[in-house]
Structure formats: C-alpha cells, structure tokens
C-alpha cells in the first residue's frame, strides 16, 4: 500500500537493527533475552511512527498539497504524536527498570 516509500522505511528498518546489533558489538554486551525483546520494541515503535507519517502524507496529498509540502506538513503534523508515544514508552521503561523485581 506504501509502494516506494515502504520499500525505503524497511530498509531504514534494517539499518536501524544493524546499528543497534553493531553497536552491542563493539561494546562487547552480552544479548540476553530482555535485550532481544528490547529491540523488536524498538522495531515495533520504529513501524508505528512510520505508519502515522505515511498515513499524515496520505492525508495531506488527497488535501491537495505538492509532494514536498504534503512530505513536511505530514512530518510535522505526526511529530507530537510520535514524541507523546515515545515519552510514553520511555516513563512505562523507568519505572519497570526502578520497581521490576528479579526472576519470579
């Protein structure tokens, strides 16, 4: 449905695993079984932030608007709603890091 902008968010995708695993890498961490869970989150968020710009573009060319401004307007306008998930997802982290218990 996204055509070639769906192509280029799913190479972004791959990028963004390889730069993560990359980044473990030269660290030298250990992946357990909560950073593997960890990173298909990331991946999650990563497929729904670009789900909301496309469908803002969507909106914005049936609107009328040029390609460029239906590109800027969409990013713009899904941008807070990113941020407010984002920020959502980072305060449910904290507070599991501060009060997760060990093992059950």
């Given at each position: 449905a996204y055509g070639f902008l769906g192509f280029l968010a799913n190479i972004a995708l791959a990028v963004h695993v390889a730069m993560i695993v990359g980044l473990l890498s030269l660290l030298g961490a250990?992946?357990?079984?909560?950073?593997i869970a960890?990173?298909?989150?990331?991946?999650?968020?990563?497929?729904?932030?670009?789900?909301?710009?496309?469908?803002?573009?969507?909106?914005?060319r049936r609107a009328g608007r040029s390609v460029i401004q239906a590109?800027?307007?969409g990013f713009s306008k899904a941008l807070a709603t990113?941020?407010?998930?984002n920020v959502t997802?980072?305060?449910?982290?904290?507070?599991?890091?501060?009060?997760?218990?060990?093992?059950?």
């Open positions: 250990t992946l357990t079984l909560p950073g960890g990173i298909v989150l990331t991946i999650g968020m990563a497929v729904d932030s670009n789900v909301l710009i496309y469908e803002r573009i969507r909106e914005e590109i800027d307007t990113i941020v407010d998930s997802s980072l305060i449910a982290t904290v507070v599991l890091f501060y009060l997760g218990t060990g093992p059950v």
